[in-house]
């Protein structure tokens, strides 16, 4: 039983992916098969959800159970590799259940990669603390117009017409601003709830930016802030992970997400004052003086 020593909890669509194929790279670390496994964020799910639950966490727990059965039968994983996938994909969803996913290994850094956990309210994050006072926090940070653009273009993406240039500019931005969506948005407030009940230096802060102009120099710092000495083990820090279709936003939709972003847009350069915020505030003043002129 082992609550894990790191979460990286967001923002979606800022790099999460990427980390978690890198991180489980590093012999010394330790994440689960299958990102976000939306345990902290979500009510315990029922039997029927975990057999036939079509949420996408609870279909690819599943699909990694079938995974580990033809690994397991070609000899290329132990059956402890299946028992753990059943356990993650059938169990029933408690503290018990999560803390029994993490290795009682002293010699692994264990942790879980959830954008989910960013929105988490202030007593479910007490709780994160109680179970473990020195747990560390990954927040990777992008651009406010652009993150919330990729995020939306996904979900579009996911339905039958796979277009998010086929709805109407309107029905784009009702949808990120609906509950589900829009505290993704909301840096300051998550970073400020967290940070309720942590220190500072137990929270580390990503630019999106980097994996691009640094991908290997930003996964050694990442590295050293979760107290792993040794080099980058990946050698896929330089390849892009669940990247998008490159959908364009038309300036309409781009000055909407201005206005409802301006303030995160001050907030970040305000908090964090570099190169990557400071251009991140000239996107959202660009696009809020457009649409002055239309």
Known sequence: MRFPDFLCIGAQKAGTTWLHENLRAQPEIW?????????????????????????????????????????????????SEVSAAFHVAYGARDFDWYEAIFPNDPTKVCGEICPGYARLPSAAIAEVVRRNPKI?????????????????????????????????????????????????CTYAANVGHWLEHLPREQMYFGFFERIEQAPRQYLAEILSFLGVASDVASNEADVRVNSGRGERINADVETELARLLADEARWLHATFANVYTERWLDHVNAALARGVRT
């Open 31 to 79: 994440l689960p098969a299958l990102k976000e496994l939306h345990f902290l964020d979500h009510k315990p799910p029922s039997l029927r959800k975990r057999l036939f639950g079509r949420t996408s966490f609870h279909r690819l727990a599943r699909e990694n159970v079938q995974i580990a059965l033809a690994q397991w039968r070609r000899n290329e994983a132990p059956w």
């Open 136 to 184: 560390k926090i990954i927040y990777l940070l992008r651009d406010p117009i652009d993150r919330a653009w990729s995020s939306v273009a996904m979900h579009f993406r996911k339905g039958a017409d796979d277009q998010v240039d086929k709805h109407a500019d309107s029905e784009v931005v009702q949808r990120l601003k609906s509950p589900k969506s829009f505290p993704h």
